[in-house]
């Protein structure tokens, strides 16, 4: 997924001829710290609440009044990746997006990079979660992913963390059953260390259930 492809429809720039009170107005209404100010495409950089804040009259122009304008941004084609890196490492709210011809587009905000993370990582699928602790010479994504289907299931993302200082890699997999118990079993038999495992409880109950009560009315008939 693309920068372009994750416009908020609700951020709306703010124009050097804005006052700083409807900048603190619409900060707060859209719940962020940052907005982008804008003439057009032309694109003049962020502003920050606690800059405005700081603003002798609220009344005037931000445009007159010397704010420090944060010159950073993403071009619109940056892959989501990059999008939350720059969010992380400039602690943004929001990030703005420009074009080639650095003419503004719109902005992300971290509300839309989250909803865009948990669509491409497979979160809002049922399933379970699966981390495991590797050497970085034990990991091999294809034959851990084949331990998987030989339990009828499928991975569905996977993230590869490291800690500072260590050799080992934290392997976390969304799983496409609820029941994780064989595929955790299997993986142990492979010598993999299952570090922590977790599942929807409440839809796998919801499973459960209809199973149990299947199974009572065939023995009812």
Same mark, same amino acid.
């Given at each position: 997924?693309?920068? @372009?492809?994750?416009?908020? @429809?609700?951020?709306?720039?703010?124009?050097?001829?804005? =006052?700083?009170? &409807?900048?603190?107005?619409?900060?707060?209404?859209?719940?962020?710290? +940052? %907005?982008?100010?804008?003439?057009?495409? +032309?694109?003049?950089?962020?502003? @920050?609440?606690?800059?405005?804040? =700081? &603003? $002798?009259?609220?009344? *005037?122009?931000?445009?007159?009044?010397?704010?420090?304008?944060?010159?950073?941004?993403?071009?619109?084609?940056? +892959?989501?990746?990059?999008?939350?890196?720059?969010?992380?490492?400039?602690?943004?709210?929001?990030?703005?997006?420009?074009?080639?011809?650095? +003419?503004?587009?719109?902005?992300?905000? !971290?509300? *839309?990079?989250?909803?865009?993370?948990?669509?491409?990582?497979?979160?809002? $699928?049922?399933?379970?979660?699966?981390?495991?602790?590797?050497?970085? $010479?034990?990991?091999? &994504?294809?034959?851990?992913?084949?331990? #998987?289907?030989?339990?009828?299931? @499928?991975?569905?993302?996977?993230?590869?963390?490291?800690?500072?200082?260590?050799?080992? %890699?934290? #392997?976390?997999?969304?799983? =496409?059953?609820?029941?994780?118990?064989?595929?955790?079993? !299997? &993986?142990?038999?492979?010598?993999?260390?299952?570090?922590?495992?977790? !599942?929807?409880?409440?839809?796998?109950?919801?499973?459960?259930?209809?199973?149990? *009560?299947?199974?009572?009315?065939?023995?009812? !008939?």
């Amino acid at each position: 997924m693309r920068a @372009k492809d994750m416009l908020s @429809k609700m951020v709306m720039p703010l124009k050097p001829s804005d =006052s700083g009170s &409807l900048a603190v107005s619409w900060m707060e209404d859209m719940g962020v710290t +940052h %907005l982008p100010v804008a003439d057009k495409d +032309h694109f003049y950089g962020l502003v @920050k609440n606690t800059d405005i804040y =700081s &603003l $002798q009259d609220l009344d *005037e122009n931000i445009g007159t009044q010397k704010l420090p304008f944060m010159r950073t941004y993403v071009y619109h084609d940056v +892959h989501m990746y990059d999008v939350l890196r720059h969010a992380a490492a400039e602690d943004l709210s929001l990030v703005p997006v420009l074009d080639y011809h650095d +003419h503004y587009m719109g902005s992300i905000t !971290t509300h *839309e990079l989250t909803k865009a993370m948990a669509n491409f990582t497979s979160i809002s $699928q049922p399933g379970g979660i699966i981390v495991l602790e590797v050497s970085a $010479q034990q990991y091999a &994504l294809s034959e851990i992913a084949r331990i #998987i289907e030989s339990n009828d299931a @499928k991975v569905l993302s996977a993230t590869v963390t490291s800690a500072e200082n260590s050799s080992l %890699l934290e #392997i976390t997999l969304k799983i =496409s059953v609820m029941d994780l118990s064989s595929v955790i079993q !299997t &993986l142990n038999r492979y010598d993999y260390i299952v570090k922590a495992s977790f !599942t929807e409880e409440s839809q796998y109950d919801s499973l459960l259930n209809e199973r149990y *009560e299947s199974l009572m009315k065939f023995l009812d !008939t």
